[in-house]
């Protein structure tokens, strides 16, 4: 029987271990990855804030992680590194949203249509009002279900002029009513199985929401509310929707100008600033802002 020369034996030897150890580092490599995969998609994700519409609450500048799954996360829209749309599964939630939580979601189609300019897909802003709610301000003060909402405990104020009530502001939703940002509603956050009435005063407070939902909404020359090319007096909701408001209120573009947020557009709640850096200038570590990183948020 002819053996192999005790170098070559060796050298085999070494090989075969060698081989073993790339593939234990290729095994773990997956591995890790797969569990970041899953963590980003159904745990925890972070994001960077990118305007001061949350100002003083949050910066720009700030980086901050997101609990998805206390809401329930979602499987993602698209297929992985592709825009191939599939359906989505919403998993249990520990709560539903709260009235003051930071809330993560994406940004509705409709609100993309008035935000040219918007940095991101996604934006962050405080649960003002919650499905089956009223919401109403009366000179800059937020009132729910007739009590007084508390403006938040870091939001800026600005000291521009205040637009009186009946003052119409075009830019802000539902189009063709008498609101402005300052004077607003009373204006009921529509939740699921509500049968709201639709007719040529209500249409475009709910164009949106009905496609959103997968349907067809028009209004004919003589007044009439087509669903799914079907005349409707009455529209029965199929999910829940929520009302966000910035911080920063003078200075942030939120429901009070493009309407409600779909439950399932929602990502997650805020839970920390795991970084912050002042990005107008300087020098990496002078703009550090130290003081706020490991802030817990509410």
């Known amino acids: 029987m002819n053996e192999l020369p005790i170098t070559e034996a060796a050298s085999a030897q070494h090989v075969g271990k060698s081989s073993l150890r790339a593939r234990d580092y290729v095994q773990v490599l997956v591995a890790t990855v797969l569990v970041a995969l899953f963590l980003k998609t159904f745990v925890i994700a972070a994001y960077r804030i990118p305007s001061a519409s949350m100002e003083n609450t949050l910066r720009p500048g700030d980086f901050l992680l997101v609990n998805k799954f206390i809401y329930g996360a979602q499987t993602p829209r698209y297929l992985p590194f592709s825009r191939i ?79 009186p009530r009946g003052f119409g ?52 020359p003589e007044g009439n509310v087509l669903v799914d090319g079907v005349k409707a007096d009455v529209y029965e909701v199929k999910q829940n929707y929520y009302f966000m408001m910035g911080d920063n209120r003078d200075n942030s573009l939120d429901s009070r100008f493009w309407g409600f947020v779909p439950e399932d557009l929602i990502i997650g709640k805020v839970m920390v600033i795991y970084w912050s850096v002042d990005e107008t200038g300087g020098s990496f570590f002078s703009n550090i802002r130290w003081g706020r990183i490991g802030s817990i948020l509410k």
């Open 169 to 220: 502001d075009s830019r802000i939703f539902p189009g063709g009513s008498t609101f402005n940002e300052d004077n607003y509603g009373p204006l009921a956050i529509p939740k699921q199985g509500d049968k709201v009435k639709v007719d040529a005063k209500s249409f475009l407070g709910l164009k949106e929401l009905i496609e959103h939902e997968g349907h067809s909404a028009k209004l004919n």
């Open 85 to 163: 749309e599939v359906p989505q599964i919403r998993l249990p939630a520990l709560r539903t949203p709260r009235h003051g939580d930071l809330i993560v979601f994406e940004l509705p189609p409709y609100a993309r249509d008035q935000l040219d300019n918007a940095a991101s897909d996604t934006y962050v802003k405080r649960c003002i009002a919650l499905p089956g709610d009223t919401l109403s301000i009366v000179n800059r003060n937020v009132f729910v279900n007739g009590e007084d909402h508390a403006s938040p405990q870091f939001g800026r104020t600005g000291k521009r002029r205040l637009y």
